[in-house]
């Protein structure tokens, strides 16, 4: 249901955070749900819940949540087997050369290193060994300093690089050759994404996850540096989904009843008992415009032929360059009702500058 809210005259849709980078799209939902309900909402209405793919994505997300919340639920939640991932974000585990008898079929959290002949073995991740790591160049830094796992990861990953990932024998000699008894970059856990993605890239708080009883969820402490913690699934929480919005909403009108809002791409379908109406919108990348072509359709007895008028939105009240803040409580569809009856529509913000210019209203 759309809450009611102020507004604001010319076209202003709020109540999602939204950051996109390539093929992401990050949205911050600001209503607490359950995981598996939240779940649910992001797949009805987007995709899904976010999967954090690397740094990069993970550092975009924390800048887009700063201050707007505590924790979010994101897509990582637990699987029925534990399984192996390069440290590397996207790294197949294409070629293997485990020492025999490894790897061992236990159900816990383990780290893979490499004895002195190149094999590589099992071993608790918090044991303290040197370690490689892989540079963007294809070389491999040898560092002799002993650490956990993953303090060599994070030691790694400081050096805009990330533990070794072995891709091949003649990779998997020139490592051996470095040292012995060294970290390489594979680890084991039980944690899967909920779109289906092989996303490796993990970024937990200190001694997190602890696997206590039922905590088989992912939230994002925002305010613990955006690190990662294992919960309960039947937690409240705002969640993070991805992906371009396709959800319905439903809203109550005060003179058709129930209505149902759509939104797909570049248009809205508004439906009620009595009428569908589609908006369409086309931008002017030249000018700060934006046309609408409104077409409806009625049904029943009183059913009329098809009509479209369209409407042209430009950025400004009745006095151009002037925006009106309505100190009215009212739901999206009558705003914009009472928009186009007294002013020109609900704002438009197609630029940073009428941005700040509406912040200021």
Not at 332 to 359: F, G, M, S
């Amino acid at each position: 249901m759309l809450l009611n809210s102020k507004f604001i005259c010319l076209l202003f849709i709020s109540g999602f955070t939204i950051f996109s980078q390539g093929f992401s799209e990050f949205h911050l939902i600001n209503v607490t749900k359950s995981y598996a309900d939240a779940k649910s909402y992001c797949r009805e209405m987007y995709t899904d819940l976010a999967t954090i793919n690397n740094f990069s994505e993970m550092n975009a997300l924390i800048n887009l949540v700063s201050g707007k919340a505590d924790r979010a639920w994101i897509g990582l939640e637990i699987a029925e087997n534990r399984t192996w991932h390069w440290s590397l974000p996207a790294y197949p585990l294409d070629f293997t050369n485990w020492r025999d008898g490894t790897p061992q079929e236990n159900d816990q959290d383990s780290c893979a290193a490499m004895d002195e002949n190149g094999k590589w073995f099992e071993s608790n991740c918090t044991d303290r060994r040197s370690f490689v790591c892989h540079s963007d160049e294809g070389s491999h830094i040898f560092v002799s300093h002993t650490k956990t796992w993953r303090d060599a990861q994070k030691y790694c990953r400081d050096l805009l690089t990330d533990l070794v990932s072995i891709q091949s024998p003649k990779e998997n000699a020139i490592v051996s050759n470095m040292s012995q008894n060294v970290w390489i970059g594979l680890f084991k856990d039980p944690w899967k994404w909920s779109d289906g993605r092989n996303s490796s890239f993990r970024y937990w708080v200190n001694s997190q996850p602890n696997y206590l009883d039922g905590q088989d969820c992912v939230t994002v402490v925002f305010k613990n540096k955006g690190k990662w913690n294992d919960l309960k699934c039947t937690g409240r929480r705002k969640f993070i989904c991805q992906g371009a919005y396709k959800g319905t909403t439903t809203i109550k009108t005060t003179t058709q009843g129930t209505a149902i809002v759509t939104y797909v791409g570049t248009h809205f379908n508004i439906t009620s008992e009595a009428v569908t109406l589609t908006i369409h919108f086309t931008v002017d990348k030249n000018s700060t415009n934006v046309s609408t072509t409104a077409s409806s359709t009625t049904e029943g007895p009183s059913a009329s032929p098809n009509m479209s008028q369209p409407v042209t939105l430009a950025p400004h009240s009745k006095t151009p360059g002037n925006f009106v803040l309505i100190q009215q409580n009212l739901t999206w569809v009558e705003a914009i009702i009472y928009c186009r009856r007294n002013y020109i529509d609900l704002i438009h913000i197609p630029t940073e500058e009428i941005q700040v210019k509406v912040a200021e209203t």
